[in-house]
Structures are given as structure tokens and as C-alpha cells.
């Protein structure tokens, strides 16, 4: 799907390409790619490259384009892994700017929306893309929050649990945690670059700005660690907790077997076809009952003196 925006008093859709627009794609068909590279000639190993799902955060010149491809948090309801990341490609070039994404994402959508809290420019190029990065590092701080939820109730379920479920739900959450780690890492190497680049000949930058999305990317990779670190931690902790609940259930499901056993057991030895000294007693099965039932509460009592039960 192909947008086109252009800077008014405020961002307005247009139809046709314009001098000065900005050119919004979100997983584009055949014909589109086609379109962007006949129409706006922009390299088609620009395109392919940014919408693998694996490249990495980097840029790149060309002779009319400059490529900035950054790593951007996406919520996926399809996938087992609920958090994920995705290249958000930025093409520059002297009279417009190209965003190229395999998926639709909040980044975007909040560039776009008019409540937003910040005006958006397209006149300055520069702050264009630090606005992007600045809105991507606070997407991944919204992200870890949920994360982190997650985890907290993952915790509830674990601590009564004996089945490996729950550990399979915290591992989920430990990928994305790896995979935020590594995208905010390359986005802040890719920040350093590009203040030493030629990005920066397409328009004055904004220091509160540049500080602020520094501020932004810091603060996401310190708690995506953090994160990561307690749960490396609740994944050790929790196995053994497992193991332990298992224990515990076997433990008593014994017990419960040995208690069944001693009545089990007088009923066999006074059942055998030999002298007993109760086979003319006519309360013989009272009393046989009895001691079974006494002995089988004693067992109870002791056991449950020791906490086996």
C-alpha cells in the first residue's frame, strides 16, 4: 500500500507524486515496487534489502538516494513469539522522503496522525528521522512494559505449576527480549553513524531532539537488560520449582499409596486359609475393620506430622 503526504499546515494526502512529499509504503505488491522504482527511481536493491526481515540497522548512498534502514518493534497476534522486530527503511533524497516498511506499525501511524504530540516537518529532513527513532525507542519502552506484565503473570501460573507450559510461555518472552536487545544496539550504533554522514546536509538538527532520542535509546536498552536479566534468572529459578512441585505430588501420592496398603495388607493376611484364631468370632470382621481403620489414621497422623502431606 502506497500513501503520499504533503506538508500544508498539516500533513495532507495526496495522489499523485509532488515535489516535496512524503511517500509512505507499507508492504507493497509487485506493481507498486515497480512503480517506486520507475516512477521515483529509487534502486530496487534499496527495496529488497529493506524488506528482508532480517537486515540489519545500516545505511547506505546512492547517487540520488540515501538509505537508512532501522530495526522498529511490531505486536504480531499471529506469531508465537508475540513481540518482534521488523527493518523500517527511510530513503532520502533532495526533494523527497520515502518510508518503506514489510508491516503496518504505530511508528508510522503516529507520524501521521494529527493528535499527535509533536508536529510533524517535512521541510526538515533530519528531524523527520530523529522524530522516527525517537518514536521507535518509545514504542520499545511501551513494549517492555507489556513484556514485563506478561512475565508477572506467567510468575503467578508458575508457582502452582508441575507442567512445562508456563516455561514455554517465559521463554516466548525471553526471545523478544533478545530480539529488542540486539535491534535497540544496531539503532544506536546507527544513530553514532549518521551523525558523522552526510545526513546531515539535509537539514539543521534539532539538539533538544538529538538529545532526547539518545535519552530514549539509553533508557531502552538499560531496561530491555534488565529485563532480560531477571528473566535468565526466573528461567533457572522456576525449572527447579517445577521439579519441586513435581516432587512434592509424587511425595504425597506415595504416601497416600502406603496408607492404602496396611489395610490392604491385614485384609490378605487374616484372607489366607489358615488357622487365625478369629475364624469362629462372629465380630471378627468388626474387629478387623477397626484395627485397619486405626492403623491407616495413625499412619495419617504420623505423616502428617512430618509433612508429608
Known amino acids: 500500500m502506497i500513501t503520499i503526504w504533503k506538508q500544508k499546515e498539516v500533513l495532507q494526502q495526496i495522489q499523485k507524486f509532488e515535489r516535496n512529499c512524503w511517500v509512505n509504503v507499507i508492504n507493497p505488491t509487485q506493481d507498486e515496487i515497480l512503480r517506486l522504482i520507475t516512477e521515483l527511481r529509487v534502486p530496487d536493491y ?93 514504542q520499545y519502552l511501551k513494549y517492555l512494559k507489556e513484556i514485563n506484565i506478561l512475565t508477572n503473570e506467567i510468575e503467578k501460573e508458575l508457582e502452582k505449576s508441575t507442567k512445562n507450559k508456563e516455561l514455554h510461555k517465559l521463554l516466548k518472552m525471553e526471545k523478544c527480549l533478545v530480539y529488542f536487545i540486539t535491534s535497540i544496539k544496531s539503532n544506536d550504533l546507527l544513530l553514532f553513524k549518521l551523525q558523522k554522514s552526510r545526513f546531515l546536509t539535509f537539514g539543521e538538527v534539532d539538539e533538544d531532539l538529538l538529545d532526547d532520542v539518545q535519552i530514549e535509546i539509553k533508557q531502552a536498552l538499560e531496561t530491555a537488560q534488565i529485563y532480560s536479566d531477571i528473566q535468565s534468572g526466573l528461567m533457572d529459578a522456576f525449572a527447579s520449582v517445577i521439579s519441586n512441585n513435581l516432587n512434592v505430588v509424587m511425595k504425597q501420592l506415595t504416601a497416600i499409596t502406603i496408607l492404602l496398603m496396611i489395610p490392604n495388607l491385614i485384609a490378605g493376611f487374616f484372607g489366607m486359609n489358615v488357622i487365625n484364631f478369629l475364624e469362629d468370632n462372629k465380630y471378627a470382621m468388626t474387629y478387623i475393620l477397626a484395627g485397619s481403620s486405626i492403623l491407616a489414621v495413625l499412619g495419617f497422623m504420623i505423616f502428617k506430622k512430618r509433612d508429608w502431606f
Open 46 to 138: 534499496f527495496i529488497s534489502d529493506i524488506l528482508d526481515i532480517d537486515e540489519r540497522s545500516r545505511i547506505e548512498n546512492d547517487v540520488r538516494w540515501f538509505m537508512i534502514i532501522t530495526r522498529i518493534p511490531i505486536y504480531r497476534f499471529d506469531n508465537n513469539v508475540p513481540f518482534v522486530t521488523v527493518p523500517q527503511g527511510i530513503l532520502i533524497s533532495a526533494h523527497s522522503i520515502i518510508t518503506i516498511c514489510i508491516s503496518d506499525n504505530e511508528i508510522i501511524n503516529d507520524l501521521i496522525n494529527p493528535l499527535r504530540y509533536r508536529t510533524v516537518s517535512l521541510t526538515n529532513k533530519v528531524n523527520f528521522v530523529l522524530e522516527i527513532f525517537l518514536r521507535s525507542a518509545t
